[in-house]
């Protein structure tokens, strides 16, 4: 198996804050990261993906600004939420991929994020 | 581009009972996931299918893959209280890595 970490698992913040959260792939480097959202009561979405040392690719509707991806090294991703909004809450889970996209994908323990 | 559905989005049973859910998706892929979610919580990886014909098992979950129909299942059998969740799909997008998700099914399992 593998451990991703992700911190903080919880966070509440007020509106116009900025927000970051931190995954880890603990036992395992990762070439690629992907950060999924998931708003309650609904499916993931993929919201963009971070090579090592490389700029992220965001997927269409992501604000590339708001959602600043850090993929400083391999075993570490952040994601910061600048200026956050209330229809920002959500949960936000990283996937660091090991190895060759056929195998296993990991998913870190998810970070809610909460906007007042 | 790539969509998966599942169905039943939603799943009521009765203890030891069986039901299967279903997802398909719309175009070649030779990866397929199942996830299961607890509230609260992130994904715990089920099963990895990556080829035509692929069946596994682990406890009262089986979950096949037919490749030519786009097609996976996801069989319970004699559910029990403890199956109670949501239940994902993902396929894999291309060479890219990445998941598609469906929707999810949200069962619910009744003594």
């Known amino acids: 198996g593998a451990v991703v970490s992700q911190h903080p698992s919880w966070v509440i913040c007020k509106s116009g804050t900025s927000v970051k959260i931190e995954c880890r792939s603990l036992?395992?480097?990762?070439?690629?990261m992907f950060w999924y959202r998931q708003f309650p009561k609904q499916s993931l979405m993929l919201m963009a993906t971070s090579n090592e040392g490389s700029k992220a690719t965001y997927e269409q509707g992501v604000e590339k600004d708001k959602f600043l991806i850090n993929h400083a090294s391999l075993t570490l991703s952040t994601l910061t939420v600048t200026s956050a909004h209330p229809e920002d809450s959500s949960f936000y889970i990283c996937s660091p991929q090991k190895g060759l996209a056929y195998n296993e994908q990991f998913f870190g323990p998810g970070t809610r994020l909460t906007v007042l | 581009e790539l969509k998966v559905e599942q169905n039943p989005l939603f799943l009521s049973m009765q203890e030891g009972k069986n039901y299967t859910i279903y997802c398909n998706y719309s175009t070649t892929s030779d990866r397929l996931y199942w996830y299961r979610q607890d509230p609260g919580k992130s994904l715990e990886s089920l099963f990895v299918l990556l080829s035509n014909g692929a069946v596994k098992q682990e406890g009262r979950l089986m979950a096949s893959l037919d490749t030519k129909a786009r097609l996976s299942t996801l069989h319970i059998t004699a559910a029990v209280h403890d199956l109670s969740a949501t239940y994902f799909c993902?396929?894999?997008?291309?060479?890219?890595?990445?998941?598609?998700f469906g929707k999810g099914t949200k069962l619910s399992v009744k003594p």
């Open positions: 036992d395992f480097q990762a070439t690629t």
């Open positions: 993902a396929v894999g997008r291309g060479s890219q890595g990445n998941l598609i």
